[in-house]
């Protein structure tokens, strides 16, 4: 068995008399072994073994917004959403053509005769 | 009608999953002594998970407040399809993170220090922990859940939100950069 072979199988956590065999020879490894295995250990020791003192939840209680603050940055939130909706409704409204009735009555508008008229000179050509 | 944080502080004789759904009802109808009731139930885990991403115990303590924090501002939006402790852990791992990514000059400051500090020492342990100091903080964030916590990848994917493809590939990269690093050493 080679080395990247050995230290691919210690990197996933296995160990069997092949490995063992190989650890025996070969020094290089065995440092690695060991010090996949001081690794291990240290993940799974806490770095800060703390434990919180009784003050802990009066001190998260006094930090928690009230209800009013609460619904406040929900709104801030929900601003640019707002904002983007507003100009959609703006653009579609904007962009609604003149209703048959609106043609029907009344004179026509200036943007009127020049959409219509570009029409009617497209359609003569 | 007494509410339950002033019912936990008599006798006690409810179910402990019934008090735990009362405090968290109670706590989105904004009872906070119910939330108090209910980060007393949880800091310690809290503290224990938080501790193990963080040397300082003001950073420890920072992180656990900002978790019992967003519990009281995403609340609502917790279903109960899972546990409410998994809830809160995936929160804690987010602030974590989080922090982890934004102080990431600091911290890789003070690792930088502690490796230094254990350079002298002729502990193998302190010479592991040199070597570990050299690793990215996201790559040590996933290290101490598999190899720390001991979870599998189905279960980092669920509490962190991410796909367990996202995870084995993070998780990849991360051994790969351990091995080079404890080669090298």
């Known amino acids: 068995m080679d080395c990247g072979t050995v230290r691919d199988r210690l990197l996933r956590g296995a160990r069997d008399a092949s490995l063992d065999v190989h650890l025996g020879t070969c020094a290089d490894c065995a440092r690695f072994a060991h010090r996949i295995s001081a690794a291990r250990e240290a993940f799974r020791q806490p770095v800060v073994p703390i434990e919180p003192d009784p003050g802990f939840a009066s001190r998260v209680v006094a930090r928690l917004p009230r209800t009013a603050e609460v619904l406040g940055w929900a709104a801030l939130r929900a601003l640019p959403a707002a904002f983007a909706l507003a100009l959609t409704l703006a653009w579609l409204g904007w962009s609604q053509p003149p209703s048959a009735a609106s043609l029907l009555t009344g004179e026509p508008s200036p943007e009127m005769i020049l959409t219509y008229g570009a029409f009617a000179t497209e359609a003569g050509r | ?185």
Not at chain 2, 100 to 119: K, M, N, V
Not at chain 2, 139 to 156: N, P, Q, T
Request: hydrophobic residues 45%; proline residues 3%.
């Open chain 2, 1 to 185: 009608m007494p509410t339950l944080a002033h019912a936990i502080m008599g006798v006690n004789t409810i179910d402990p999953a019934d008090a735990e759904a009362r405090l968290i009802r109670e706590s989105l109808a904004g009872d906070q002594d119910a939330f108090a009731a209910l980060v007393r139930r949880y800091q310690g885990r809290v503290f224990r998970l938080a501790g193990r991403f963080f040397r300082r115990p003001e950073e420890v303590e920072e992180v656990a407040q900002e978790t019992f924090l967003r519990t009281w501002m995403k609340l609502g939006t917790y279903r109960a399809q899972a546990p409410f402790e998994h809830w809160l852990t995936r929160l804690c791992l987010r602030c974590a993170y989080d922090r982890l990514r934004r102080s990431r000059t600091e911290t890789e400051a003070l690792a930088q220090d502690e490796a230094e500090a254990a350079a002298t020492d002729p502990n193998a342990r302190l010479e592991v922990e040199r070597l570990l100091a050299r690793l990215p903080a996201a790559d040590r964030f996933l290290l101490i859940l598999l190899e720390g916590e001991e979870w599998s990848v189905a279960e980092i994917a669920e509490r962190l939100g991410w796909t367990q493809v996202n995870v084995k590939v993070r998780a990849h990269r991360a051994r790969k950069r351990l091995r080079r690093i404890l080669e090298e050493g």
